[in-house]
Structures are given as C-alpha cells and as structure tokens.
C-alpha cells in the first residue's frame, strides 16, 4: 500500500493551491484520511481529517481557509487550500487508515511522501 501526495508548490500570500493523495496498492477498506504539516523547527500538526461517512474536521487556524474532501472510488483526499498566509508554509503529509486485503483485519496508518508547501509574504 502506498499514498502518493502531489501538489505543492510556492505561491504568494493570499493565494490558493490544492492537494491530492491517492492511496494504491491491496486496499479493502479505507476509514479515516486527513493532512498534517510540518514547518521548520516545529512538531508535525493536524490541519485536517475526514472519516468514511465524510464528516471532517480542521485545526483551528485552518477553519474557514482550507476544505478537505475525498473520493472513495478514487481512493483520494484533496486539500483545498484558500487565502494562504506565510504561517501556512511547512511540508504536508497525507495520512490514511487502511485494511489491506486478505485475512488480516488490522487497521494500519500509512502515510505520504510529503509535499512541500511555500507562502511568500
């Protein structure tokens, strides 16, 4: 199983840029999928999760600026991101919990690659 992020890019403040992740590999089923960042010096944060049933929810600094969604059939989650700011900059990591196929029933947490994200003021 693999999450392969794309996306990301230098843009200026106020601007907008999307994220997407697509998960691939022996998947049955696919439960939570979110965005965590990382800016220097700082710990990895959650900036956004959805669940299967499509309820999501995001960090505080996000809310009303960035929309997580995603399309099962496709085994994606986006990220749209709107009005960035400079604070915005770090490196994004998707985040998947996933059941592979087969007898194992584990739930495991796979992530991305991570892309990296630039606001310039």
């Known amino acids: 199983v693999q999450l392969q992020a794309s996306g990301g890019g230098l843009v200026q403040a106020g601007g907008s840029l999307r994220l997407s992740c697509a998960a691939s590999?022996?998947?049955?089923?696919?439960?939570?999928m979110g965005w965590y960042r990382q800016a220097p010096g700082k710990q990895r944060e959650l900036v956004a999760v959805t669940n299967s049933d499509g309820s999501a929810a995001y960090v505080d600094s996000v809310k009303g600026r960035f929309t997580i969604s995603r399309d099962s059939a496709k085994k994606t989650v986006y990220l749209q991101m709107s009005s960035l700011k400079p604070q915005d900059t770090a490196v994004y990591y998707c985040?998947?919990?996933?059941?592979?196929?087969?007898?194992?029933?584990?739930?495991?947490?796979?992530w991305g690659q991570g892309t990296q994200v630039t606001v310039s003021s």
């Open positions: 985040h998947a919990r996933i059941r592979r196929t087969g007898r194992d029933l584990t739930w495991y947490d796979y």
């Open positions: 590999g022996s998947i049955a089923s696919i439960d939570v």
